[in-house]
């Protein structure tokens, strides 16, 4: 059967066993990656897989069952587990099947021409960028990784109160890691582009960036431990915005586990400094009409020249707070809460600054280009982080010396409040379920650990 026949089905067999409200949410992905190795393919893959989410409203309670089959067979199965999950249930906040908003928006996030790029002509840009890599410098030793990955994707919700919506997307990646040597020292950093058109994937700038940014790093020393000034890099600032992003979840706040509960309203941010959530943004590569519970998305100021005006709520968060859903719904299934296209700009167009005046105004400070250990350095609930850092000293106003073995540490909450200056450099990082973005920082104060 059709998926459109499938949906129908398990709706109405989902009513005939009793289910008060029932929704369907139905996600086909297909992903095609290569990674090139000495001018050879080195790996290869490509997967198509769909699943089908349920969740439906059972004498009060919602229960919720997920399946990748499409059949007769998984129609009965998706309602019985969801019957036998809702009967387990303890919480009694209110359950909702959204019955739609008034208007959607039209946000195009899907490319056909890009479906028409061939693997053929994928892997010979892996090969391409692979060889230019290695040419861009003589101190370039090999190229530890070259790979182009992409990927497109539909979404379905369909439920009982006759609420259809529909999105598809697509995206192209293409990195590069170079290794490059000199006077017994090595270096590697990352560069990569995602875009919806395969002509503005250029080879020669993408190695130019990874090689630049790879013999910025070689030969880094520690510095003094101290409290300084530091710039971090956009990427820097949009992984650290990436790790702490929970903390602007309604739900989180409302478990305790953010310290933004009940700070609606109130200055936790430096003013120079405004953090938006757009689902809406054109070029965005997590923009989308609606969220995983059907709700039409917005655009969103969550902190407003250092003034947190909202957290993000889906339906039931925005019921316990006496508020409207933000539109922040992720996944199917029980709807967790995330941003979509979050990142940071500076309060009052106009007041970016480049990066040669961050400079200047730190004086003497580090230019962070570098965290590793993300993953265990950071504690998303207090704000804390303690991280291995590598960058470059700033001296006189000036870029000096490489800067490694030495680690960072600061709370982001207090980060948040020490930012200085905003840049006019605004970058967003290689999306994933959402996309996280921010121009370099100037932050005032934070705890180098050196020598």
């Given at each position: 059967?059709?998926?459109?026949?499938?949906?129908?089905?398990?709706?109405?067999?989902?009513?005939?066993?009793?289910?008060?409200?029932?929704?369907?949410?139905?996600?086909?992905?297909?992903?095609?990656?290569?990674?090139?190795?000495?001018?050879?393919?080195?790996?290869?893959?490509?997967?198509?897989?769909?699943?089908?989410?349920?969740?439906?409203?059972?004498?009060?309670?919602?229960?919720?069952?997920?399946?990748?089959?499409?059949?007769?067979?998984?129609?009965?199965?998706?309602?019985?587990?969801?019957?036998?999950?809702?009967?387990?249930?303890?919480?009694?906040?209110?359950?909702?099947?959204?019955?739609?908003?008034?208007?959607?928006?039209?946000?195009?996030?899907?490319?056909?021409?890009?479906?028409?790029?061939?693997?053929?002509?994928?892997?010979?840009?892996?090969?391409?960028?692979?060889?230019?890599?290695?040419?861009?410098?003589?101190?370039?030793?090999?190229?530890?990784?070259?790979?182009?990955?992409?990927?497109?994707?539909?979404?379905?919700?369909?439920?009982?109160?006759?609420?259809?919506?529909?999105?598809?997307?697509?995206?192209?990646?293409?990195?590069?890691?170079?290794?490059?040597?000199?006077?017994?020292?090595?270096?590697?950093?990352?560069?990569?582009?995602?875009?919806?058109?395969?002509?503005?994937?250029?080879?020669?700038?993408?190695?130019?960036?990874?090689?630049?940014?790879?013999?910025?790093?070689?030969?880094?020393?520690?510095?003094?431990?101290?409290?300084?000034?530091?710039?971090?890099?956009?990427?820097?600032?949009?992984?650290?915005?990436?790790?702490?992003?929970?903390?602007?979840?309604?739900?989180?706040?409302?478990?305790?586990?953010?310290?933004?509960?009940?700070?609606?309203?109130?200055?936790?941010?430096?003013?120079?400094?405004?953090?938006?959530?757009?689902?809406?943004?054109?070029?965005?590569?997590?923009?989308?009409?609606?969220?995983?519970?059907?709700?039409?998305?917005?655009?969103?100021?969550?902190?407003?020249?250092?003034?947190?005006?909202?957290?993000?709520?889906?339906?039931?968060?925005?019921?316990?707070?006496?508020?409207?859903?933000?539109?922040?719904?992720?996944?199917?299934?029980?709807?967790?809460?995330?941003?979509?296209?979050?990142?940071?700009?500076?309060?009052?167009?106009?007041?970016?600054?480049?990066?040669?005046?961050?400079?200047?105004?730190?004086?003497?400070?580090?230019?962070?280009?570098?965290?590793?250990?993300?993953?265990?350095?950071?504690?998303?609930?207090?704000?804390?982080?303690?991280?291995?850092?590598?960058?470059?000293?700033?001296?006189?106003?000036?870029l000096t010396t490489p800067v490694a073995q030495v680690t960072l540490a600061g709370n982001f909450y207090n980060l948040l409040q020490q930012v200085a200056a905003v840049g006019d450099d605004l970058t967003f990082n290689s999306p994933s379920m959402a996309s996280f973005g921010c121009p370099s920082l100037l932050v005032k104060g934070l705890s180098i650990a050196g020598k």
């Amino acid at each position: 059967m059709t998926t459109q026949e499938f949906i129908n089905t398990l709706l109405a067999r989902a009513k005939s066993a009793g289910f008060s409200a029932a929704e369907a949410h139905y996600v086909e992905r297909d992903s095609f990656a290569v990674r090139v190795q000495d001018g050879e393919i080195d790996n290869y893959a490509v997967n198509k897989t769909r699943s089908i989410s349920f969740r439906g409203i059972y004498q009060g309670k919602m229960g919720n069952a997920a399946s990748e089959a499409l059949d007769e067979a998984a129609i009965d199965l998706l309602v019985d587990l969801a019957k036998e999950n809702a009967m387990l249930i303890e919480d009694e906040a209110e359950q909702f099947i959204f019955a739609g908003s008034e208007s959607y928006q039209t946000v195009n996030c899907y490319e056909p021409e890009l479906e028409k790029i061939t693997p053929e002509e994928k892997i010979a840009f892996a090969r391409e960028l692979e060889k230019v890599t290695l040419a861009a410098d003589p101190r370039v030793a090999q190229v530890q990784n070259c790979a182009v990955t992409s990927g497109s994707s539909q979404e379905i919700i369909a439920n009982s109160t006759g609420l259809y919506l529909s999105h598809q997307a697509n995206q192209i990646t293409a990195g590069v890691v170079p290794v490059v040597r000199e006077a017994g020292m090595a270096a590697n950093e990352r560069a990569s582009k995602t875009t919806r058109n395969f002509a503005e994937l250029d080879a020669p700038a993408l190695a130019a960036k990874a090689v630049q940014k790879s013999l910025r790093a070689l030969g880094g020393e520690p510095i003094p431990s101290a409290l300084v000034d530091v710039v971090l890099e956009p990427e820097i600032a949009a992984s650290l915005l990436s790790s702490f992003s929970s903390i602007f979840s309604a739900d989180a706040a409302q478990k305790g586990r953010s310290l933004y509960k009940g700070k609606v309203g109130e200055m936790v941010a430096a003013p120079c400094l405004t953090l938006k959530d757009d689902p809406l943004m054109p070029e965005g590569f997590s923009s989308r009409p609606f969220d995983s519970e059907g709700v039409a998305v917005q655009t969103k100021e969550v902190i407003q020249a250092g003034r947190l005006t909202t957290l993000l709520h889906n339906l039931q968060t925005a019921a316990k707070d006496g508020v409207a859903s933000t539109g922040n719904a992720a996944s199917g299934g029980r709807a967790s809460i995330a941003p979509f296209n979050f990142y940071i700009t500076a309060a009052e167009p106009g007041t970016e600054k480049s990066k040669e005046e961050l400079y200047a105004a730190v004086g003497e400070g580090l230019l962070v280009t570098r965290f590793d250990g993300m993953n265990a350095g950071v504690n998303p609930i207090s704000g804390d982080f303690s991280l291995s850092t590598k960058g470059v000293r700033i001296q006189n106003g000036k870029l000096t010396t490489p800067v490694a073995q030495v680690t960072l540490a600061g709370n982001f909450y207090n980060l948040l409040q020490q930012v200085a200056a905003v840049g006019d450099d605004l970058t967003f990082n290689s999306p994933s379920m959402a996309s996280f973005g921010c121009p370099s920082l100037l932050v005032k104060g934070l705890s180098i650990a050196g020598k």
